[in-house]
């Protein structure tokens, strides 16, 4: 059997106490036993993070992001070093590096630092050495040799750049779930897990509200075309590679459906209808770092014309603000916001060349009188808001009239 | 009035929950609003390094050192990092660095590395910059560039160690206890706090018992001639400052009494009285790193000899082995250990130029019905073995004969 050069992930809850440890530990030996060499990154034990982050609050409400950085970093050093321990005392050979020590270089904003690159001399002389190299997850240096962290999930991003910059053959992602599914498995019970998702698929879940691996993680591996295989850390069961195409000669339209209840829908009412004016909503509320999601202008009458959007609704009270201004300012009738609004949404790449898509989900909503109060399309996937009791329905009927109840992975 | 530069150390008890922080906090501000530059050293909260030592330890029973080290590193990273938003909160600038940022560079020896130097850079840079600089106590950079920890007490190394290599005015070492006493306050009720100490009586106090500062630290603080003041960071009330010598023009002969139970006494019986002997056993006894502290060769009979001495009590297992194995080669009689003794000594730099100080010494405990079973002398101190129950009695004796319940600082 031919060795291979694999990056594994094992995320928080896969680590979050001594016995946990042990069990990961046993895991990579027998990935390590069959000849691999392996680079393992490691997140910060179950609600490490959190717990650093409430006692920087409790001492200041708003620390400095450089010194939350300083303390945060400690918690994947900690579980790293304590997963060598485990692997060392199973009489094989490891080494921890922290992200400074193993050359994960990234610009200097803290506490969401992007990757620049990753230099990958020390890792490759230990591998080479023989040793399991375990890095620090979530964490590197600065340009300015200052600690820095990636953002939540972080981690996952670690663990593909890594991949990447070693020329890996593969990037294993382990945690609590067993895969991408075609629907959240809480809400459908039904649901089946893929065996396959495309990258583009996975984004376009990821930003429609399913949340198994972090999206910047996912377009590094598009980027560098880096095949992804998420599986459970608990269990021996088969999970889903991430990869480029799908490797089925025939494959389903629709390959998952989503659903988000974490974005409100902010109404301008009775704006002039002159061209610039959306533009300048939108670009005001770009400037305050308010990401907005879907956009629809109603149909004017008297010149005037409505102009919906959702944002996450923890942006609300910064994109009222931002509004009000405008609205004041450009003579607008006045702001709606309402929160009790759900998102759900159907994926699948072979919406590109297969038509019909769109009007097969809008008759089997309007079947089930559910009412469609927003609508938006990317080229592979469609969104409908609709009110918010009726969203965990709405994804029930689509996940069946699509038939990924009966879909082969 | 002058701006100086300090370097201040807060112990783990100093910064041992939120509230402690805050306050340390306030006390660190007081001094900079005083127009000081402020490099501050900090130990791990409370008994972080205890707890990680202690999860390490459920994970393997045996940790490699270096990854020890990668793990215990984190408890200071975390003070400093916290203390940094504390102070930035109060409105004041400040920066935390790790041992390795700040370029505290050691030997490569894992869990006890020693200081090779210090590269002051960054750290003048930024007390240039009007910030006050916090630094992760007990920890450096190998010159392999890994992390490594200066062993139990390090703290206070790294903030002598700094102060040296800034040429700072004064090293401050906040600590539990009010400064130097002439007897533990526990023991003795009438104890005498010091406000003066030399280096020498320091060290000679440090190896006979008594617990205040870390010795290596103390070490260095006479190598460079850097007065240490050591005082509570619980009070207001002055220390004692450790220096090299003391300014008073006439001082008391003996400085300080100290008394230690973690001894025992070993005996080898009958050892053929040859040339030789003796060491050969402190040659083996060393090999496997066991300190011997006080000998005593009993007048021989018959062409015979006991050879008695003290060593640690966690050492008597090792120490018993390596004896036996001796014994038996060179035909001795037998091994004795005895762990119920205790060890008193009286310290003062005075007794160079003073005689009679050992023969009042002897009286006292006489005069009291103390048996003496071992003596060792110093230049600058007298130790006495005695049994175990009577120590705590024969320090109270001597403290007395020797006026320290009436000495003046």
Do not use: W
């Not at 989900?361 to 609709?386: P, Q």
């Amino acid at each position: 059997m031919q060795s291979k050069l694999i990056v594994q992930k094992y995320g928080g809850s896969s680590v979050g106490d001594v016995g946990r440890i042990e069990r990961v530990c046993d895991k990579i030996i027998s990935y390590a036993k069959k000849g691999n060499k392996l680079a393992v990154v490691v997140s910060a034990m179950g609600d490490t993070t959190d717990e650093l982050i409430e006692l920087a609050k409790k001492i200041n409400p708003n620390p400095e992001e450089r010194e939350m950085d300083m303390l945060i970093s400690t918690g994947e050093q900690i579980s790293s070093a304590l997963l060598a321990m485990a692997i060392h005392k199973r009489g094989h050979e490891a080494i921890s590096f922290t992200g400074s020590q193993v050359g994960i270089i990234t610009d200097k904003y803290h506490t969401k630092a992007k990757i620049l690159k990753i230099e990958t001399d020390r890792i490759k002389k230990e591998l080479t050495a023989g040793k399991i190299v375990i890095v620090a997850g979530f964490q590197g240096k600065s340009t300015k040799s200052e600690i820095t962290t990636l953002g939540r999930g972080g981690s996952d991003l670690s663990a593909v750049a890594l991949a990447v910059a070693l020329g890996a053959d593969m990037c294993e992602i382990y945690t609590d779930v067993e895969g991408i599914y075609t629907a959240d498995p809480r809400i459908i019970k039904n649901a089946k897990k893929l065996s396959f998702i495309t990258f583009d698929e996975m984004l376009e879940l990821a930003a429609r509200g399913a949340q198994v691996m972090q999206t910047r993680a996912v377009e590094v591996g598009k980027k560098f075309n880096m095949p992804i295989y998420v599986k459970s850390s608990f269990s021996e069961k088969e999970g889903t590679v991430i990869m480029d195409k799908l490797p089925h000669i025939e494959e389903s339209v629709v390959r998952g459906v989503a659903l988000t209840e974490n974005e409100a829908k902010i109404t301008i009412c009775d704006v002039p209808d002159k061209p610039g004016i959306a533009a300048r909503i939108f670009n005001d509320l770009a400037r305050e770092s308010v990401n907005i999601d879907m956009i629809v202008q109603n149909v004017s009458h008297k010149k005037m014309t409505d102009i919906s959007f959702t944002v996450p609704k923890d942006k609300i009270a910064k994109t009222l603000k931002v509004s009000k201004k405008i609205a004041d300012n450009i003579g607008a009738g006045g702001i709606i916001s309402d929160e009790a609004i759900a998102k759900v949404s159907v994926v699948g790449v072979g919406m590109k060349s297969q038509s019909g898509v769109a009007a097969k989900c809008f008759s089997c909503l309007a079947k089930h009188k559910i009412n469609i109060e927003m609508i938006s399309t990317s080229e592979i996937s469609i969104s409908c808001v609709v009110k918010k009791d009726l969203g965990k329905e709405a994804l029930k009927v689509l996940h069946k009239e699509f038939g990924l109840d009966k879909i082969k992975g």
